[in-house]
């Protein structure tokens, strides 16, 4: 199994413009994560979608946020228009909904945003 | 003002020497927990799990505790190594939270050769 695909690994973009990250989870999974990493705040949790459906986007920062996932083996998370304190790593993470199992991590993308 | 980052717990060991790592979870209806290990620049890598059911768990040179009467959760990792310097971070959750996890802060392992 190849785990958790993430695209692209690095981005660097300038502030106001759109900027899409992909995510292939492990097939089977039935849940899929998406997070950032900041050294200010940690781990947060963006939103998480079960069977395609997103469930909880109450950590998604603004309405500049959008994720979608249109079928079991794809997500995008998009930041339009971004902004330099988008800048973090971003990583998709996905498991079996029930029970409630491990969730296995992808490599992160690492966004700048100047 | 100026902004700061995280300051996490650090961890300081000698080669060969036993490291435990411990974990304060927040909710007592949690039933799941899950240890993870990050180095630097790669995502959370899972090490071990434990569900509530349990007060014990081992794995290959990694043991779990888990104690719901003081909501504690510690990772005892035997004869520790180089390769296990990294930021370590416990994960809860409930059956009814449909997979999601909240994420203790981390605690930052160094090993000493």
């Known amino acids: 199994d190849a785990g958790v695909i993430q695209s692209p690994r690095h981005e660097v973009t300038e502030m106001g413009q759109e900027v899409t990250l992909r995510c292939k989870p492990i097939?089977?999974?039935?849940?899929l994560f998406w997070y950032r990493q900041t050294m200010m705040r940690g781990l947060e949790l963006l939103i998480y979608f079960n069977n395609n459906v997103p469930i909880d986007d109450s950590g998604m920062p603004e309405d500049r946020f959008s994720a979608k996932m249109p079928n079991a083996s794809f997500s995008t998370l998009k930041i339009q228009p971004s902004e330099p304190r988008d800048s973090a790593v971003y990583f998709c993470a996905s498991s079996l909904e029930n029970p409630p199992d491990t969730q296995y991590f992808g490599p992160g993308t690492r966004l700048t945003v100047l | 003002g100026e902004s700061v980052g995280l300051h996490l717990p650090t961890l300081s060991v000698q080669e060969g020497d036993n490291s435990i790592i411990n974990c304060a979870y927040s909710?007592?209806?949690?039933?799941?927990f899950i240890w993870y290990k990050q180095e630097s620049g790669k995502g959370p890598q899972f090490i071990i799990d434990?569900?509530?059911?349990?007060d014990k768990r081992q794995g290959q040179r990694v043991t779990v505790l888990l104690n719901k009467t003081v909501k504690h959760l510690s990772l005892q990792i035997a004869a520790t190594q180089p390769g296990d310097s990294a930021v370590y971070f416990c994960a809860e959750t409930t059956y009814n939270q449909g997979g999601k996890l909240i994420f203790g802060q981390g605690t930052e392992l160094s090993v000493k050769p």
């Open positions: 434990i569900r509530s059911n349990m």
């Open positions: 909710n007592s209806a949690s039933d799941y």
């Open positions: 097939s089977g999974h039935n849940s």
